[in-house]
């Protein structure tokens, strides 16, 4: 069995596409997902199953959510190792140990075209800093990432690709789940 940990975006926010974390957990149990387990109500879920290609992975989880909820849900799926290297290759712990209060993840959906990130990083983003490890961005926000503007929509309409974003306490608190 493989440990995996579901991302699903935008749902349960500002009473949008509200899912029950009970309701939710059950379903998974419905597709033969086992050792469901879920955390806060942004939709962060930890399960086993057999070992498959993440993408295919996600795909069932947004077709069941689309059936039994009616609604589209961007899903991003990751290993336990996948985890645990994003874990490890913070490069504003790793190199400047900063506040964990100020940083945050944002999972995008493919490894951006280099021309595209190019472009995106000869902006200015005020006191915010921001660092790319394949298809992860590592988030440094003095101000919070409520004043930021290196959100989920900025990455997706700057890369043309899917992005989530979770602080550290909620990436560390993962973790503690599988």
């Not at 909820?69 to 913070?90: A, H």
């Amino acid at each position: 069995m493989t440990t995996y940990i579901s991302l699903l975006r935008g749902i349960n926010v500002s009473g949008q596409k509200t899912i029950k974390m009970e309701a939710l957990r059950a379903e998974y149990e419905a597709l033969g997902f086992i050792s469901v387990k879920s955390y806060i109500q942004s939709g962060n879920v930890i399960f086993q199953t057999e070992k498959e290609n993440n993408l295919d992975v996600a795909q069932k989880i947004q077709t069941m959510i689309l059936q039994k909820w009616g609604f589209e849900v961007p899903v991003m799926v990751k290993t336990v190792e996948e985890w645990q290297k994003v874990l490890q290759e913070n490069p504003f712990m790793l190199e400047r140990n900063e506040d964990k209060s100020k940083l945050h993840v944002t999972f995008l959906s493919e490894v951006p075209d280099s021309k595209m990130w190019e472009k995106l990083k000869a902006g200015q983003y005020g006191a915010d800093e921001y660092s790319l490890v394949e298809k992860t961005v590592y988030l440094f926000c003095p101000n919070g990432y409520g004043n930021t503007k290196l959100t989920n929509t900025f990455f997706e309409s700057k890369l043309k690709c899917l992005a989530t974003t979770r602080n550290w306490n909620t990436m560390e608190k993962i973790a503690t789940f599988y």
